[in-house]
């Protein structure tokens, strides 16, 4: 618990003021205001966070988080659980859509292990094993509260040793079959939604195991009574370890000042979990694209955040942050190898030069 609470304390807003300089400066290109869009938008989120000239990204990477979930034993998933396992090693060997994915824009893989139902004993896997799965939510509480702040502070762990080797930009991603179903509680408490406004089909499901799916996440809700005020106790009644360890990368990146990119729906939750625990999260945040799971919106809408693209994806693993990381880096190049009006003859006007060795 001390390492969360001391992360928590540590986390600071973004400066405005920069915020205002960059934005200053991007007005002052030899375009029309606020034609490049979002792009402007994520030059002047990041140099409000970092707080120092940002010329480009040096290294990032996308961290997976991977458990399985005791509930899928109410066959809530149309993959047997050893499904993860598999997935979790064919990321190891580069095999996955994310892994494909990384590769085309240069992006690296952290794989962590905070809960799979099997030995993995991979070099290329972390292992910060919790147990070997979590509970089924239905029956009780899928993690104690000590394990769930384990999940919390072992996802701040592998953050802040990142930051410490030089990645400056960092993803999220999963593995855990039946999260879909877990993300689906943890939302519907938070959110004081009912459960059937935000369960999608997750892989594959029939409308018959969809029905099922409902029933289940709705009940154990009702069996497990978690307090909405209270993150932790909602992550450890209906939640899982890939959602607590994501939650703790968000809090890492922004108590480092890292900017952090939400994939898709279950990391989406993780997101928001950290953003109760500390709003100021919020600053350090890029969502990739909008989920096709239905609880995606809201929580877009809850953290006033917008998606940067809409590829009616739901593969999970972390796949829609490469094309984020992309984007930002493309925004980056552009505002700092565009002219000024001044610079390009058009007119004189006052502005700070926030681009590095101007």
Not at 105 to 132: H, Q
Not at 281 to 298: C, K, M, N, Q, T
């Given at each position: ?13 973004s ?25 402007e ?46 997935v ?26 905070l ?11 972390i ?54 179903s ?11 939604v009912d ?5 999608g ?20 809700i009702?069996?497990n009574?978690p ?43 993780a ?30 809408d ?15 693993e ?29 007119i ?11």
């Amino acid at each position: 618990m001390k390492l969360l609470n001391e992360t928590l304390s540590s986390i600071s807003g973004s400066n405005k003021n920069l915020e205002a300089l960059a934005k200053n400066f991007i007005d002052n290109l030899s375009k029309p205001i606020g034609s490049l869009g979002i792009l402007e938008d994520i030059v002047i989120k990041l140099y409000g966070m970092k707080e120092e000239p940002i010329k480009k990204i040096n290294k990032k990477s996308i961290v997976i988080i991977c458990g399985d979930n005791g509930v899928v034993d109410e066959k809530v998933s149309a993959c047997p659980q050893e499904v993860t396992a598999i997935v979790t090693e064919n990321f190891t060997r580069g095999t996955t859509g994310v892994c494909a994915l990384s590769r085309y824009y240069g992006s690296d893989l952290t794989i962590v292990d905070l809960g799979v139902k099997k030995d993995l004993n991979l070099p290329k896997v972390i292992n910060k094993k919790i147990r070997y799965g979590t509970r089924n939510m239905m029956i009780e509480s899928a993690m104690t509260r000590e394990e769930t702040i384990k999940a919390i502070e072992s996802g701040i762990e592998v953050t802040k040793d990142l930051v410490s080797n030089g990645y400056d930009l960092l993803g999220t991603g999963e593995m855990g079959i039946g999260n879909t179903s877990t993300s689906a509680a943890v939302l519907s408490v938070l959110l004081d939604v009912d459960s059937e406004m935000v369960v999608g089909m997750g892989s594959g499901l029939t409308r018959e195991q969809y029905n099922h799916k409902k029933n289940v996440i709705k009940r154990s809700i009702e069996v497990n009574k978690p307090n909405k005020d209270d993150i932790i106790d909602v992550l450890s009644k209906v939640g899982g370890f890939d959602i607590a360890g994501l939650c703790g990368a968000f809090l890492g990146a922004a108590s480092m000042k890292i900017p952090i990119v939400i994939d898709g729906f279950i990391s989406s939750v993780a997101a928001l979990c950290a953003y109760r625990l500390n709003s100021k999260v919020r600053d350090y945040i890029f969502p990739s694209h909008l989920s096709e799971e239905p609880g995606a919106r809201y929580i877009m809408d809850e953290m006033n955040l917008e998606p940067m693209v809409n590829l009616r994806m739901r593969l999970g693993e972390g796949s829609g942050c490469p094309f984020a990381f992309n984007i930002i880096e493309s925004a980056l190049y552009t505002i700092h190898n565009m002219e000024s009006f001044s610079e390009a003859g058009v007119i004189k006007d006052d502005y700070v030069d926030i681009r590095e060795g101007k």
